[in-house]
């Protein structure tokens, strides 16, 4: 008798799988359609003439929900376990990778479509619960239009940064023209911005949506009542113990910052800094410049050095070229980093200039732009091409952003940031927890939970490179991550998945293998 030439081919444990199951009675059977019997043939044609792997996938496919649904073998069909065989072995020929057709169909296809399901609640809402300001655009647009003449500017006054700063909003009155809000809105700011500074530029502004409540963009940046009824000590923004030479500030070995100035094209809200940023804007000396610079050049450990303020692009382009020059003559300093968030208040700031200091800086060593965007509503068409423009000429623009509630305190609102700022050139860096110490803005605070689950459940769901870290800060950065190490059991780890709470065991390294010094090529020595 001659055996069936199918006999010698072994299938892998899916297709087996997938086969028996095709074969398995089940107790009901109904009946199909001669139009759906037909359609099944129709496709087994094709599958036993291709050379592609589709077709060979949704035969099998359809064979498998019309067994699912109503129980129908392929016998009843006119297959024999035998053809099936033939066409599955097809798929794994073709495929470059031998990938057969149960691991396919059975595994690989579910998994994504798990996969999707776990983000499907995103992907529906992210668009309505967290627009970007380029989805907004149109709307902004409009702001703008309404704010350039009730704030009289001309074309040129909104494309420029000294017009931006020129008619910053830094009154009631302005705010008045720019911003419709409540009366009584208007009369606690009126008390609240005679303690605390106010100042948003005429594009910051424009991104607020109008009639919006709590709108991301205005709680930023316009200071509200509770900031005078949370009003505590204000802790200044370098503690004597943290600050080991002039305009300096360095608590970690190899890096430290250089606080350039005081100054910051908008006055956020949140800020860490707002004893020092939000009273008078300050010019520092070049002494005081020296000296910082004097302390890096003494300490050779020194390696990375963060430019900050305030905002370092609000100095002038001559000045950004000094410092980056004299950091770049310093042969320890190997690597730097620009503090500053003008990208997002005021694009227009990005110039031809500053960005060719930029890339002749990054040329010698490494220069970073570290930056802050706290809503997807932060980034515009406007915002996105200052960033792409830097990017082209550093090393790395990331994003340090503070976890602030009702701002980015959900996981469409933060995976919406992440998603949004990848797509403007940014890696984000870091999430901040919104300080304890400024008790103004406890009101923003966000408990330290929520944000863990916010950040973890990003594992698995979205790229890798747009996830952020989740820090605390108290007395240097802290990581909040909880740990996704369960516990030991029978010298095997036990890991659990973020994106699905599975727990898998994973063998640890043999400790002895480990221990062994006489590894690799030292095994040649001695
Ligand atoms: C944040 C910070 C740094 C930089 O920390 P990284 O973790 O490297 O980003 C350095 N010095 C001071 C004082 C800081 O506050
Ligand atoms: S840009 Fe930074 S330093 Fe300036 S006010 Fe905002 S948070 Fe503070």
Known sequence: ??????????????????????????????????????????????????????????????????HDDYGILPEDLGFSYDDLVKIAEKHREIDEHHVTVGGRLCRALPIVEEANARVKEY??????????????????????????????????????FSGQLRFAINSLDDLMKA?????????????????????????YASLIMPGRVNDPILVQSVPTREMIDNAGIEIPPVAADHS?????????????????????AMYCTHCLRIAHIGKKDRIYSKEAYREALDYIRQDPYIRDVLITG????????DMIRWLLGELDKIDHVRIKRLGTRIPVTSPMRVDEELLDILEESNDIKPLRVVTQVNTAQEITPVSREAFKQISKRVSAV??????????????????????????AYIRPYYVFNCSFRNPQFSHLRVPIEVGQDI???????????????????????????????????????????????????????????????RYAFARYWK
Not at 15 to 32: C, W
């Open 310 to 317: 305030g905002d370092a692009f609000i100095l002038p382009n």
């Open 1 to 66: 008798m001659k055996e069936p030439e199918s006999s010698k081919i072994v299938l892998d444990e899916f297709t087996e799988e997938l086969l028996n199951s095709l074969f398995e009675k089940k107790g009901q059977k109904s009946e199909i359609s001669d139009e759906q019997k037909q359609k099944i043939q129709q496709l087994f044609n094709v599958a036993r003439e291709t050379n592609l792997t589709k077709p060979i996938l949704d035969f099998f496919a359809e064979l498998k929900k019309s």
């Open 398 to 423: 990331m994003n340090q952003a503070v976890l602030l509630k009702g701002i980015n305190d959900t996981r469409v609102k933060m995976w919406k940031l992440c998603e949004t700022i990848h797509e």
């Open 179 to 203: 911003v419709e809000l409540p009366e009584e809105a208007y009369r606690d700011i009126r008390e609240v911005t005679r303690h605390y500074r106010m100042r948003l530029t005429p594009y």
């Open 123 to 160: 992907v529906e809402k992210k668009d309505i619960e967290a627009p970007s300001g380029i989805e907004l655009w149109g709307k902004i647009k409009e702001n703008a239009r309404r704010i350039k003449k009730a704030l009289g500017m001309k074309e040129d006054d909104w494309n420029s």
């Open 455 to 517: 950040i973890e459940s990003m594992y698995g769901n979205i790229s890798g490179d747009a996830i952020p870290r989740y820090i605390a800060t108290a007395g240097g950065k802290i990581p909040l991550h909880r740990t996704n190490v369960v516990r030991k059991e029978d010298g095997q780890i036990i890991l659990r998945k973020p994106w699905s709470g599975e727990e898998v065991a994973y063998p640890d390294a043999d400790p002895d293998v480990y221990a062994n010094d």
């Open 244 to 264: 080991p030479a002039r305009l300096i500030d360095q608590f970690y070995p190899r890096v430290l910052t250089i606080k350039a100035t005081n100054m910051c």
